[in-house]
């Protein structure tokens, strides 16, 4: 479970996270919804300890994100930050290799190894594994990218904005295996989605935000109802059922 | 290697430690030594201290710089060249400045102090000089595994578990000493740590420090003997090598960089 109590965030004058306080399950995949600048890529770097926690407190697995020292986290929670911009100039598997650095600082074993050919081909990144990341195009990146988050094996992950330049198919394709991981290996994901479609029919639980606040949380079928959507949103939407599962008509 | 080093922390391939101020900062202390000691009292202070203080004096002052300008607004590479050019400025017009005020004996001192020379090498210090060499580069292998997670950026580094402030400052302690301790001996080079950084990252072709590091003293070894070796020997000419090197090396960056080979 993480932990997020009374969590507010402000730069300069400006509240981005007012008092944000809720608990993300185990064992389940949370959507984080929320129109452009509701505050849901601050919130997952205050969980991810990439920006420094002005106000409140927050646990992975219990352990406070501030205290506890960062290779340990890693060993329990992978990020995908939204913006994958990158200081060296790298090949997809040596990207992909990185993911495995909490657990070998440095000294690969043959494990290691295995563990990075086995997210290359989890991807269907195994015949690109020698391409530089500036010769691929913007999806072929991003499922690097994930995939040098499967390779560090955690029991969370943490993605913002995965689906980003994933087609049809490839979107669906990250989410079916996000599904499984979560059903099959027990793990955790949180992620970030602005296509509430994909946490309709995949997410267990959705935490939606607004102008750095919750707005509603909980199953698909009770957040993604038209008046709470438009709550959201600030737009009319009607919203039908498949599979049991809500279906947002948001684009007509 | 000290500029490999420093473009990993600042994760940019453009920025060096000369861009960032460090040359004009040293020509800044050459001045005001000649400016309160006079000629004969900067002529006659004892070549090991005053080595040994001049590097002190510049590891302290360009973490600080360098610290200063990496510590926060890292992220923001446009901001943080910015800042480091006006520095650079700072510490030449300050220079300029006391320069003025000397007479032109004194003036001619500064000058000579302020440019780079491998054969001007005071032999006394060349042990020292290794010494400190020596350890900033067995450091930085030893960190080598580590630096390349640094320099993958923050925002991927931290979540991978390195203490990125932490490294960050152990990486710009190395850059300082390796640096000083080679303006202190040979002078101001400027432009000669990003052509060494360049050809390395673009002949090894390897994100891998343990690989690039080597390679960029190597390089940079061949270069400066090769060249000293052919000025002197082969063509009896007794101009400035570091010059040349520059000019040389420049062309030979820029070749690689219109082919597209460092990125
Ligand atoms: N470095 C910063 N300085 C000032 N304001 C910032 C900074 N970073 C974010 N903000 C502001 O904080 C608010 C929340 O930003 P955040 O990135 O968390 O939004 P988001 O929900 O992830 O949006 P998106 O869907 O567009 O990714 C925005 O209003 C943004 O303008
Ligand atoms: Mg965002």
Redesign the interface.
């Given at each position: 479970m993480i932990e997020i109590e009374a969590v507010s965030h402000r730069i300069g004058q400006v509240t981005i996270l007012d008092h944000v306080g809720t608990r993300l399950p185990r064992g389940a995949m949370t959507a984080l919804i929320g129109p452009n600048g509701a505050g849901k890529s601050t919130l997952l770097n205050l969980v991810?300890?990439?920006l420094p926690l002005q106000e409140g407190r927050i646990a992975v697995e219990g352990l406070d994100v501030t205290r506890t020292?960062?290779?340990?986290?890693?060993?329990r929670?992978?990020?995908l930050?939204q913006?994958?911009?990158?200081?060296?100039?790298?090949r997809v598997r040596?990207l992909v290799g990185?993911?495995r650095?909490?657990h070998h600082?440095?000294?690969p074993d043959p494990a290691d190894a295995a563990a990075v050919l086995a997210a290359l081909d989890a991807f269907g990144l195994t015949p690109l594994g020698a391409r530089f990341l500036?010769e691929l195009s913007g999806g072929q990146r991003q499922r690097a990218f994930v995939a040098m988050t499967f390779a560090?094996a955690t029991d969370w992950l943490l993605l913002d904005e995965p689906l980003n330049n994933l087609d049809m198919a490839h979107a669906r394709a990250l989410m079916a295996r996000l599904h499984s991981l979560v059903r099959e290996e027990g793990k955790s994901v949180v992620l970030v989605v602005h296509e509430v479609n994909y946490a309709a029919a995949w997410a267990d639980h959705i935490v939606a935000l607004r102008d750095g606040r919750i707005v509603a949380e909980g199953p698909p079928a009770e957040v993604l109802t038209p008046a709470i959507l438009c709550d959201i949103y600030g737009m009319e939407m009607a919203v039908t059922e498949h599979a049991g599962r809500p279906l947002v008509l948001h684009h007509i | 290697m000290a500029t490999v080093l420093f473009q990993t922390v600042a994760a940019n391939r453009i920025l060096t430690p000369s861009i960032m101020g460090f040359d004009a900062l040293y020509v800044l202390m050459q001045t005001a030594l000649v400016a309160g000691l006079g000629i004969t009292g900067f002529a006659l202070l004892p070549a090991g201290p005053k080595f040994l203080i001049e590097v002190t004096a510049l590891v302290a002052a360009s973490l600080m710089l360098f610290g200063t300008l990496l510590g926060r607004g890292g992220q923001d590479i446009v901001r943080t060249i910015l800042t480091g050019v006006i520095f650079g400025i700072l510490f030449r017009s300050l220079a300029g400045f006391l320069a003025r005020l000397l007479d032109p004996n004194e003036y001619a001192v500064v000058q000579q102090a302020s440019f780079a020379s491998f054969s001007r090498v005071n032999a006394e210090l060349l042990p020292w000089a290794a010494g400190l060499a020596g350890i900033g580069i067995a450091g930085a292998i030893r960190l080598a595994p580590r630096l390349d997670v640094l320099a993958l950026g923050r925002r991927i580094s931290v979540p991978l578990g390195l203490a990125h402030e932490r490294m960050a400052l152990l990486t710009l302690g190395l850059v300082a000493v390796l640096v000083s301790a080679s303006t202190a001996l040979v002078g101001p080079v400027g432009f000669f740590g990003l052509i060494v950084a360049g050809l390395a990252h673009g002949l090894t072709r390897d994100p891998r420090h343990a690989v690039l590091l080597p390679a960029a003293a190597m390089i940079a070894g061949v270069l400066l003997v090769g060249g000293q070796t052919l000025f002197e020997r082969l063509l009896g000419l007794q101009s400035t090598l570091s010059v040349v090197v520059e000019f040389a090396g420049g062309m030979f960056f820029l070749w690689l960089l219109l082919k597209g080979r460092i990125r």
């Open positions: 991810a300890r990439l020292p960062s290779r340990a986290l890693a060993l929670m992978a990020v930050g913006d994958t911009a990158i200081g060296s100039r790298l040596e990185f993911g650095w909490p600082q440095g000294r500036d560090q | -």
